[in-house]
């Protein structure tokens, strides 16, 4: 029955589960031992993010599609709001789940508080006026031009000490478990929580000339391996590994199915962590770095594609029994798809990585198609069937409009199809006419302005599907907020009245 | 780079030392695939994929 679902876990029963003696029984476990007020405060900075670094999205792609909406204000043009949408989007909305999903379910899985209380609301305050320093310094133009890297030393800083903060608790936390195995959501965790340490600080090292301003302490193509080395393992270790994470976690909480293979989990951790550090040079075809180090990070990119489906397909199949619930349960509807942009967009990649389909994809709309097509349908999914799936776990109550929570879905599916259809088009055009030659080898379309007019049709479309994305987060944030509002209020739901007494 | 450093970097062929470290992962990956596959280890691992269910959470 739906209310036991919410129920009181001490008086919950697991009838057909196996506990080893290594594990501590779960009903013996109190629910007050784990801190979920700082679970609570990174829902509400994701959900908040979330929707102003979306609005940031939804501005600039208007501005592609229809110039004036740049307003001819400095701090509003593209080249300064562009970075601003990245950031917040990366770091904010994205960073936040990631620390939502990790401070839930690291406790439940190690079956401890975290380690320690004020480090944990130190992570969360300092991530936030990190967040709030970037939002300003970015407008102003304060930038180290570097991809996902753009704010400036002194922000930089600020992030390490805040990283370092989260580390300690987190490591501390993994130390005083009371459960021996280390579930491999976990592991996920701790390559997100080393990796993102090694890669911020290496890619920002800089000598500081004034407070706003620094040089890097890199050039050229040193200065551009080390900047794609860090840029593609910010997809890997920001935006994949804690959201498999996640997805090892959730889609099994939420189809209450075990996970389908944990032997194939543990290979797929492995081969994952090992291969994506490899693979920043796919970025750097046909440039200056040497050849050799081209195809290195050619053949990293495409044995990806294995671990890369290893995963999808694990997630899948843990999906199995369960596969009619998907029919009414908006959770694992946003998981499904979530794991399915997950496989084509680890599909796409390794293949955008091929020297020859390279050669025409690069620097074209098809690269924005290709990162949307990851962060919209397998960050932003799993990030919703997240929240959604922990709404009722942290503030027992159900949501007070779930139908709205399908049309959501709804809104979101069809807006990444029109995102990626329509960049993938743009793309294709683009690369096309870039190489196109006439009879006498002479470039077929020299003025850049005539195929940038051909892009029109394209980004009208674009800001479509973004905008149909942007309108669902903001329905979820309201659907949220009445919520969480009439859960203070004291109000049960019919389905929630019986767990609340 | 340093011209002294350029030449003996290109004097030298690590063609043998790429293979061994090839060799290596590969023996690595095999024997790290074997051991989570191996019978021995199956029921522990199936009890592990069981843990999310069997947190002590609040389902």
């Given at each position: 029955m739906?209310?036991?679902?919410y129920?009181?876990?001490?008086?919950?029963?697991?009838?057909?589960?196996?506990?080893?003696?290594?594990?501590?029984?779960?009903?013996?476990?109190?629910?007050?031992?784990?801190?979920?007020?700082?679970?609570?405060?990174?829902f509400?900075?994701?959900?908040?993010?979330g929707?102003v670094?979306?609005?940031?999205?939804?501005?600039?792609?208007?501005?592609?599609?229809?110039?004036?909406?740049?307003?001819?204000?400095?701090?509003?043009?593209?080249?300064?709001?562009?970075?601003?949408?990245?950031?917040?989007?990366i770091?904010?909305?994205?960073?936040?789940?990631?620390?939502?999903?990790?401070?839930?379910?690291?406790?439940?899985?190690?079956?401890?508080?975290?380690?320690s209380?004020?480090?944990?609301?130190?992570?969360?305050?300092?991530?936030?006026?990190?967040?709030?320093?970037?939002?300003?310094?970015?407008?102003?133009?304060?930038?180290?031009?570097?991809?996902?890297?753009?704010?400036?030393?002194?922000?930089?800083?600020?992030?390490?000490?805040?990283?370092?903060?989260?580390a300690?608790?987190?490591?501390?936390?993994?130390?005083?478990r009371?459960?021996?195995?280390?579930y491999?959501?976990?592991?996920?965790y701790?390559?997100?929580?080393?990796?993102?340490?090694?890669?911020?600080?290496?890619?920002?090292?800089?000598?500081?000339?004034?407070?706003?301003?620094?040089?890097?302490?890199?050039?050229?193509?040193?200065?551009?391996?080390?900047?794609?080395?860090?840029?593609?393992?910010?997809?890997?270790?920001?935006?994949?590994?804690?959201?498999?994470?996640l997805?090892?976690?959730?889609?099994?909480?939420?189809?209450?199915?075990?996970?389908?293979?944990?032997?194939l989990?543990?290979?797929?951790?492995?081969?994952?962590?090992?291969?994506?550090?490899?693979?920043?040079?796919?970025?750097l075809?046909?440039?200056?770095?040497?050849?050799?180090?081209?195809?290195?990070?050619?053949?990293?990119?495409?044995?990806l594609?294995?671990?890369?489906?290893?995963?999808?397909?694990?997630?899948?199949?843990?999906?199995?029994?369960?596969?009619?619930?998907?029919?009414?349960?908006?959770?694992?509807?946003f998981?499904?798809?979530?794991?399915?942009?997950?496989?084509?967009?680890?599909?796409?990649?390794?293949?955008?990585?091929?020297?020859?389909?390279?050669?025409?994809?690069?620097?074209?709309?098809w690269?924005?198609?290709?990162?949307?097509?990851?962060?919209?349908?397998?960050?932003?999914?799993?990030?919703?069937?997240?929240?959604?799936?922990?709404?009722?776990?942290?503030w027992?109550?159900?949501?007070?409009?779930?139908?709205?929570?399908?049309?959501?879905?709804?809104?979101?599916?069809?807006?990444?199809?029109?995102?990626?259809?329509?960049?993938?088009?743009?793309?294709?055009?683009?690369?096309l006419?870039?190489r196109?030659?006439?009879?006498?080898?002479?470039?077929?379309?020299?003025?850049?302005?005539?195929?940038?007019?051909?892009?029109?049709?394209?980004?009208?479309?674009?800001?479509?599907?973004?905008?149909?994305y942007?309108?669902?987060?903001?329905?979820?944030?309201?659907?949220?907020?009445?919520?969480?509002?009439?859960?203070?209020?004291?109000?049960?739901?019919?389905?929630?009245?019986?767990?609340?007494? | 780079?340093?011209?002294?450093?350029?030449?003996?970097?290109?004097?030298?062929?690590?063609?043998?030392?790429?293979?061994?470290?090839?060799?290596?992962?590969?023996?690595?990956?095999?024997?790290?695939?074997?051991?989570?596959?191996?019978?021995?280890?199956?029921?522990?691992?199936?009890?592990?994929?069981?843990?999310?269910?069997?947190?002590?959470?609040?389902?």
């Open positions: 739906m209310q036991d679902r129920a009181d876990p001490q008086t919950t029963n697991w009838p057909d589960l196996v506990n080893p003696m290594e594990y501590t029984n779960p009903t013996t476990v109190d629910e007050s031992v784990y801190d979920d007020d700082v679970v609570r405060m990174f509400g900075a994701t959900v908040i993010w929707v670094g979306m609005l940031v999205g939804v501005t600039i792609a208007l501005q592609l599609a229809w110039w004036p909406a740049n307003l001819g204000l400095p701090w509003t043009t593209f080249g300064r709001l562009r970075p601003l949408h990245t950031n917040a989007v770091f904010a909305f994205a960073g936040n789940i990631c620390f939502t999903g990790i401070y839930y379910s690291m406790q439940r899985l190690l079956k401890t508080r975290m380690w209380d004020r480090l944990s609301r130190i992570h969360f305050w300092g991530w936030q006026a990190i967040i709030v320093a970037a939002a300003i310094t970015l407008p102003l133009g304060l930038t180290q031009s570097k991809e996902y890297a753009e704010l400036i030393w002194p922000i930089d800083i600020a992030i390490v000490v805040i990283w370092v903060i989260f300690v608790n987190f490591f501390g936390t993994l130390a005083t009371k459960v021996k195995h280390i491999v959501a976990i592991w996920f701790i390559s997100f929580v080393i990796t993102i340490a090694v890669l911020h600080v290496v890619n920002s090292l800089a000598i500081p000339a004034t407070l706003f301003r620094s040089y890097p302490v890199y050039s050229g193509m040193t200065d551009a391996l080390v900047q794609w080395w860090y840029g593609h393992n910010a997809v890997g270790f920001f935006l994949t590994t804690p959201f498999l994470g997805m090892y976690y959730f889609l099994p909480r939420a189809a209450e199915r075990p996970v389908y293979s944990y032997r989990s543990i290979v797929h951790f492995w081969s994952l962590v090992f291969l994506y550090i490899w693979t920043g040079p796919h970025h075809l046909y440039s200056g770095l040497p050849d050799w180090a081209q195809t290195l990070g050619v053949v990293f990119s495409v044995m594609l294995a671990p890369s489906w290893g995963g999808m397909l694990n997630g899948l199949l843990t999906l199995r029994g369960a596969w009619h619930r998907v029919r009414t349960d908006p959770v694992l509807k998981f499904v798809v979530a794991v399915s942009f997950y496989g084509m967009s680890t599909f796409e990649g390794p293949m955008m990585a091929i020297r020859a389909v390279n050669s025409l994809a690069h620097f074209t709309n690269v924005i198609g290709h990162v949307h097509s990851g962060a919209l349908g397998w960050v932003g999914m799993m990030t919703f069937g997240t929240l959604y799936w922990l709404v009722p776990r942290l027992k109550r159900e949501l007070v409009y779930p139908n709205m929570a399908t049309t959501h879905f709804w809104l979101a599916t069809i807006g990444i199809v029109l995102y990626t259809v329509s960049m993938w088009a743009a793309g294709l055009i683009e690369g006419m870039w196109a030659v006439n009879e006498r080898g002479l470039l077929a379309s020299p003025a850049f302005m005539d195929i940038a007019d051909r892009l029109d049709p394209f980004y009208g479309l674009r800001l479509l599907g973004g905008l149909l942007f309108i669902g987060a903001v329905m979820m944030a309201w659907n949220i907020y009445r919520t969480v509002a009439a859960s203070r209020a004291g109000a049960p739901t019919p389905s929630a009245a019986t767990a609340a007494s | 780079m340093n011209p002294l450093l350029r030449e003996a970097a290109e004097s030298i062929s690590l063609g043998w030392l790429a293979g061994l470290v090839t060799a290596f992962f590969i023996v690595w990956f095999v024997a790290w695939t074997w051991w989570a596959f191996s019978p021995k280890n199956k029921e522990k691992f199936e009890e592990a994929a069981r843990m999310p269910l069997s947190d002590g959470g609040d389902s």
